[in-house]
């Protein structure tokens, strides 16, 4: 089953700084989104279903009416379904189901009843299939044959985002070119830029639209969420077009190489370039990493912050992000850059079919 190396919505926190601080007195909202994002919902019904001694903020109290509602009581009491309501609401309540039963439970996988469930919507939805004898690959086929037949795109295949088999569908895509400059690397990309999407994957749903993906990318091209991003800031240029194409170029170097180590390459091409952007993302790594997730992005986070830290602070960890500001972007840069070289040098001793570095 194929994964989605995708890079998280950026443009949002960088835009607003929110998430980077902690801007409530009642929530600790970076902790909170990173539980999401590692697919593990439960903790943050504990964190706020707390008692507080302080009143909570109308954000606050939003926040806590709305994420009881999608994951404290039996079914899904949200608004998901009313938002997301279009001609496709069969299928994406197939994957709501899955997804939330996987948020509340991280310990056990429901894979298998997911793919059971699209067994059986596909007989019952898609006259084609009724007669045919559907297995694990040919899914993915009638999967996106229904959707084009509506009118609509999907990803190749029927994908993990992290741990969790996911579901993106868009209405619209154009197709360009973009060049940049990678250090003394010139880089042509072909980018499908994206919108008017149906849904936006799990992530989405366990970050009640806060977080998604903001791209991906196949040995053809980059594909980018349009609405994520302006296109002429750095969100786009390095966290999106350089990290996804630094993809681009790894799978061609090192074809099998495990999504954390293809992401902690990303990220350390993403803390190389960056200049404005630089402070915020050490936040956001710092925030997101768990080096014993099953999440590909959280264990590139921890690593690159700790490769960083080790040269940098001689130390295994800084979590301080006081410290930090310290150092100048100039110098975080090119030991990004510097971290990512012997990265690749250690790569190629390995040889082509190395698929695993940072963690064995």
């Known amino acids: 089953m194929k994964k989605y190396f995708n890079t998280l919505l950026l443009a949002l926190i960088i835009s607003t700084g929110s998430l980077f601080a ?10 909170i989104y990173a539980f999401c994002l590692d697919a593990n919902v439960k903790p943050v019904l504990s964190l706020i279903e707390n008692d507080s001694t302080q009143k909570l903020s109308a954000k606050d109290a939003k926040f806590k009416t709305d994420f009881l509602n999608r994951f404290k009581f039996t079914k899904d009491k949200s608004v998901y379904t009313e938002e997301k309501a279009s001609d496709i609401n069969k299928l994406l309540s197939v994957f709501r189901s899955y997804w939330r039963k ?7 996988s429901h894979d298998l009843e997911l793919i059971t ?12 299939v009724k007669g045919i004898v559907l297995n694990d690959d040919s899914l993915s086929t009638y999967v996106k044959r229904y959707l084009s037949n509506k009118g609509l795109h999907t990803t190749d ?3 993990k985002t992290g741990r969790l088999i996911d579901l993106l569908v868009w209405e619209n895509e154009k197709d360009t070119t973009f060049t940049f400059i990678l250090r003394k ?17 799990w992530e989405e749903y366990a970050t009640l639209g806060r977080y998604y993906p903001g791209g991906w ?4 091209a980059l594909y980018c969420v349009e609405q994520a991003y302006d296109l002429k800031s750095e969100t786009f240029l390095i966290s999106y077009l350089a990290h996804e194409s630094r993809h681009f170029a790894d799978y061609k170097l090192f074809p099998n190489l495990s999504s954390p180590d293809l992401e902690y390459r990303a990220k350390l ?15 956001f790594f710092i925030s997101n990493a768990n080096y014993n997730s099953d999440n590909g992005h959280s264990i590139a986070n921890y690593s690159a912050i700790r490769d960083l830290s080790r040269l940098l602070f001689h130390v295994e960890f800084e979590k301080d992000l006081n410290q930090w500001n310290k150092i100048s972007i100039k110098k975080i840069n090119s030991t990004a850059y510097k971290i990512l070289q012997t990265n690749t040098k250690l790569l190629k001793q390995k040889g082509p079919k190395v698929d695993r570095f940072i963690k064995n």
């Open 102 to 108: 996987s948020l509340l439970d991280a310990a056990k």
């Open 117 to 128: 469930d699209i067994k059986d919507f596909l007989t019952t939805e898609y006259p084609p």
């Open 185 to 201: 690397e010139k880089i042509s990309a072909r980018v499908i830029l994206m919108k008017n999407f149906r849904t936006l994957g």
């Open 22 to 31: 902690q801007d409530s007195l009642a929530y600790d909202y970076p902790k």
């Open 269 to 283: 091409t993403e803390l190389s370039l960056a200049r404005k952007t630089l402070y915020k993302l050490i936040a």
């Open 217 to 220: 990318t196949t040995n053809n």
């Open 157 to 159: 295949g029927i994908g």
